[in-house]
């Protein structure tokens, strides 16, 4: 491997912030996607305000927010804040942003990291669900507070939600490379995605792989762009997409994020017809490439505790999807827990376990 460390920090500059206590920076930072190519990567870093050492990390990693820098997290007005999500009442902004919980593993004395991901503010399209490759991103941002001087210790907990639950998945499934002096001491996927699981039971926002009068899901598009543009020198998008379906990627990655995307993907298909390709071709190279990219390839290096939002059956992504990670995690020997929380629905589980998430965590600390 050649050229700076993955995590090596780049720049940061400080952000304000209301959370009690806290300080705050946008930081850019050294990554490597699932292929090992470089990239740079952006994010938040938010520290007690005091003096600490030997501080645990918690990183974060986010839900779905799109494919280009319209969809940046840390770009969003006051970042460094708590989690507010788009379809609630006190939205402003097109996408869910911030750190569910963030006070009180501040007031708790952890640093928290929050990716956006690579391509999120970031130079390329973001490899959307491509969880080796997000994982990585949520790991090198914790080596780059590191070298902040805000005494982050090499405790590292995780937790992601929605396309960040398989990201938090996966981050239990890295190289000791990737990891070098930190210590994963567990990871909490909140009604994670996983693609190759997506793709094995195509329902809900993937039907239209398999049925081509549904209209496909922005969330599926989205897939498939991230997917090859991890792995452009083997994937088109002419594989998968109709002219159309490629002209509304290429004009709409950067500036339309997944909400945005839905309305005009959904309209266009109305209007001028398919997106997909009734008959991709090269679609075993997708399924192998989605396989390698996704979470579930191999037992967890740490304890993983799974909450699964079973409100009507899943709301976002269907409760058989997150219980099939959990089956792939027993048959590997892996530890992992589930706690299930039936009054929630997918945008709604974050708020309502973060507090359980924090407090396992914390039990797995030294």
């Not at 491509?130 to 790991?139: C, F, G, H, L, Y």
């Not at 929380?341 to 600390?365: E, G, I, M």
């Amino acid at each position: 491997m050649t050229g700076p460390l993955p995590g090596t920090l780049l720049r940061h500059e400080p952000v304000d912030t209301g959370l009690a206590g806290a300080r705050a920076w946008k930081v850019h930072y050294v990554s490597r996607d699932v292929n090992n190519v470089e990239h740079e990567a952006s994010g938040l870093v938010i520290a007690p305000a005091g003096d600490g050492v030997s501080r645990p990390i918690l990183t974060w990693c986010h839900g779905t927010t799109g494919l280009g820098d319209a969809a940046c997290p840390s770009a969003q007005p006051d970042p460094a804040r708590e989690l507010t999500v788009y379809f609630t009442p006190e939205a402003t902004q097109q996408i869910d942003y911030g750190v569910p919980g963030v006070q009180g593993f501040i007031d708790a004395g952890w640093v928290v990291c929050a990716t956006d991901y690579q391509g999120l503010g970031t130079e390329g399209m973001h490899q959307y669900t491509v969880n080796i490759t997000n994982a990585r991103d949520a790991v090198n941002i914790a080596h780059a507070a590191g070298q902040l001087g805000v005494g982050a210790g090499t405790q590292v907990g995780c937790a992601g939600w929605s396309q960040g639950g398989g990201a938090a998945a996966a981050v239990a499934e890295l190289d000791d490379d990737d990891y070098r002096d930190l210590r994963l001491v567990g990871t909490v996927p909140m009604s994670l995605g996983v693609a190759k699981i997506a793709l094995q039971n195509p329902s809900g926002i993937s039907a239209a792989l398999t049925d081509p009068s549904v209209p496909p899901d922005s969330h599926l598009v989205m897939v498939l762009a991230g997917i090859q543009a991890a792995n452009p020198s083997t994937l088109q998008l002419s594989d998968v997409f109709t002219p159309l379906g490629i002209e509304i990627i290429e004009k709409a990655w950067n500036t339309q994020p997944v909400h945005h995307l839905n309305d005009t993907v959904a309209r266009l298909f109305r209007l001028k017809g398919a997106v997909l390709n009734p008959n991709p071709t090269n679609f075993t190279a997708w399924e192998a490439a989605i396989a390698a990219g996704s979470a579930g390839g191999r037992k967890p290096i740490a304890p993983v505790l799974v909450c699964i939002d079973s409100f009507d059956g899943g709301t976002m992504l269907p409760v058989g999807w997150q219980t099939a990670y959990v089956d792939i995690v027993k048959s590997f020997g892996g530890t992992v827990e589930v706690r299930d929380y039936p009054n929630d629905d997918h945008f709604s589980l974050p708020q309502s376990c973060v507090a359980d998430a924090r407090a396992w965590l914390t039990d797995k600390l030294d």
